[in-house]
Each structure stands twice: as structure tokens, then as C-alpha cells.
């Protein structure tokens, strides 16, 4: 069976889009891969955090994936931090990694040009090693991302193969698995960014705990056009089209059939539509994840993934350092 890795990032609160473009499908990709899903804690302190704050959505986060439908029986689900060999290896794919190659990387370029580079942590420059070292940790053959990340995924591939030419051809080339459909949930406030939870606008996103009464708000708050007809035209109706995508995953009908359903229909019937079917998918999650987070099933289940995580990791982390010749080899007695 090939391994699947993925890992999500506490900070902040999770988004309906993260949802639909990527969390939705671990669950079927469990029944397929051996697999691992990650909270990636050490990734968040690239920027401050609330040390609180941060605790409490590291904990909030891993409840989430198992509300969803993660099933500790068949997948590994465990807090980065908590297994060393993550910081370990992503040390020494940092002396194999450029440091042309790592500021080519799309989101530090964005991020240290609107602050400088004088303003901005040496960890931004420099994760995507760690990233790398996330992955290959644990002989991963597909990795599913959304869009934005195919870059880092690309540099993976790349130290992957430069350290098994340079030391011992140790590690497996991971693919990179991109979503066809719903990969990006676009912003309700603007349509042509990316649905994200570091949005300053909280009418942009859906949280995956907003209650009913925000989801029908944001929704009905959602830019549209003003053209007044639903169809799909992700260039010319960016709005209405996010909507209908959402619409779509949600209920699981096509976009097509969404279309023909709200022929001659106005904003507002469509609106109430779109907000039901995605309060319909979130409040079975909720209510699993109140069940969880505070309970001691949450904190066993993250131990034993822990242990099991770290356990695999080390294997391929003594392998890495012996190729590098970190270390001493011990007669045997």
C-alpha cells in the first residue's frame, strides 16, 4: 500500500475551503494509503502566535480531523512538534537546500516584499526544508495540496533527489496530487482570492464552527454580480460561480443540475440554498467535534499517533544521518 502525507497548519481558524479543497478528501484517501495527517505546529511559529492561543487551535485542529471522519484505526494523526525527528531532518535538508532556490518561493517573495526583508523571520525563508522533511520522513508517495503549495511540493521532489545523488538514494520522490475540483475556494468578499483564514474581513470566510446563523449571513453577504442569473463563468461571474462550486461539494450534485434548478431564479432563493447545504455538512462535524475536544479520547488517540509517527521517522532520520556521516558508528560487541 503507498503512503499519503499531509499536513495543516493551527493557525487560525479552518476554513470552509480548507475543507472542501483538501480535508473532505482524507477521508477517502484513507481507505486507499497508508496514511499520515499532520498537525504541523512548528510551521505556525514562522510568524508570532498567542502561546494560549496557539495551544488551544493545535488541540482544536486535531479534533477537526477526526471529526471529519479521520479514523485513528486506519491513518496516523499526530502534532508535529511532538515527534523530534521533523526539526532533525528538516536541519539537514536545509544545508542541501539554495538559498536562490528557497527565495524564488512564491509566498516569500509576497511576504518579505510587502514587509522587507529586514521585518520578516529567517523561519520564512526557511521552512520549506522543513516542509520537505515532513514528508519524506515517511516514504511518501503522494502528497495532496491545494494549488498554492505545488511550488514547496516541486522543491521537495528536487532535495529528495539531489540527497539521494549527493549521500545514498534513501529517500522515495513524492507525487504531487492536486484536487481537480474545489482545489480553490475563492474569498465571498472577493471572489479572486483564495478563501483563507488569515483574512482580516471575517465576511470572507466560513469557519468550519460558525454557527447557522453566521453561515447564512456570510453567505448571503457573498459578492455576486449584478447580472442576476446563476451560472458558471469563473471569469466573467467569479462570485456566482465560487458559490455554485461550493453549492456543488457541498450537496454533491453538479453544477449543471444547480444551474438548470435556479433558472429564473433570483440571488436571494440561491443564497439560502448554498447556506443550507453547507450547514448541512458542518453540523454533524460540530457536533462530533464538541464531543472531542475537551476529551481524554483526543489526548490518547494523539499520544499513540505520536508514538507511532516517531517510531517510522526515526528509521528513515538514522538512515539520513549516516548517509550524511553525522554521528558515530558503534563497534559492535
Known amino acids: 500500500m503507498k503512503t499519503i502525507f499531509s499536513g495543516i497548519q493551527p493557525s487560525g481558524t479552518v476554513t470552509l475551503g480548507n475543507y472542501l479543497g483538501a480535508m473532505k478528501h482524507f477521508v477517502e484517501l ?5 496514511s499520515y495527517f499532520c498537525v504541523v505546529d512548528a510551521h505556525s511559529i514562522t510568524v508570532p502566535q498567542d502561546r494560549l492561543e496557539l495551544r488551544k487551535n493545535i488541540k482544536s485542529l486535531a479534533a477537526l480531523y477526526l471529526a471529519i471522519g479521520i479514523d485513528p484505526k486506519k491513518s496516523t494523526l499526530f502534532i508535529q512538534s511532538e515527534v523530534p525527528a521533523h526539526t532533525q531532518l528538516g536541519w539537514m535538508l536545509q544545508c542541501v537546500s539554495y538559498i536562490g532556490e528557497l527565495e524564488r518561493m512564491t509566498q516569500f517573495k509576497d511576504k518579505s516584499a510587502a ?9 520564512l525563508l526557511t521552512y520549506p526544508p522543513l516542509m520537505a522533511a515532513d514528508i519524506l520522513l515517511y516514504n511518501t ?17 528536487t532535495l529528495a533527489q539531489r540527497f539521494n545523488n549527493k549521500y545514498n538514494d534513501i529517500f522515495t520522490v513524492p507525487e504531487v496530487r492536486i484536487a481537480k475540483v474545489g482545489a480553490r475556494i475563492m474569498s465571498l468578499q472577493d471572489p479572486t482570492k483564495k478563501m483563507s483564514k488569515s483574512d482580516e474581513n471575517q465576511k470572507a470566510f466560513i469557519s468550519m464552527l460558525d454557527d447557522e446563523k453566521k453561515i447564512l449571513k456570510k453567505v448571503k453577504s457573498a459578492v455576486t454580480d449584478s447580472e442576476g442569473v446563476v451560472r458558471y463563468d469563473k471569469e466573467n461571474k467569479p ?8 453549492y456543488s461539494l457541498c450537496s454533491g450534485r453538479s453544477i449543471e443540475e444547480l444551474e438548470q434548478e435556479f433558472e429564473g431564479k433570483g440571488y436571494g432563493d440561491f443564497k439560502q440554498a448554498v447556506a443550507e447545504a453547507v450547514i448541512s455538512v458542518l453540523k454533524p462535524i460540530q457536533e462530533r467535534y464538541h464531543e472531542l475536544i475537551d476529551s481524554e479520547e483526543l489526548d490518547d488517540i494523539l499520544d499513540e499517533g505520536a508514538d507511532k509517527a516517531s517510531y517510522e521517522a526515526q528509521k528513515m532520520l538514522r538512515k539520513a544521518k549516516k548517509a550524511m556521516g553525522l554521528g558515530r558508528v558503534k563497534k559492535k560487541k
Open 115 to 123: 514587509g522587507g526583508k529586514e521585518g520578516v523571520s529567517s523561519a
Open 30 to 34: 484513507q481507505e486507499e494509503y497508508n
Open 141 to 157: 508517495d503522494v502528497v495532496p495540496v491545494g494549488e498554492d503549495q505545488k511550488q514547496h511540493l516541486e522543491l521537495t521532489r
Open 239 to 246: 462570485g456566482v460561480s465560487n458559490l455554485l462550486t461550493i
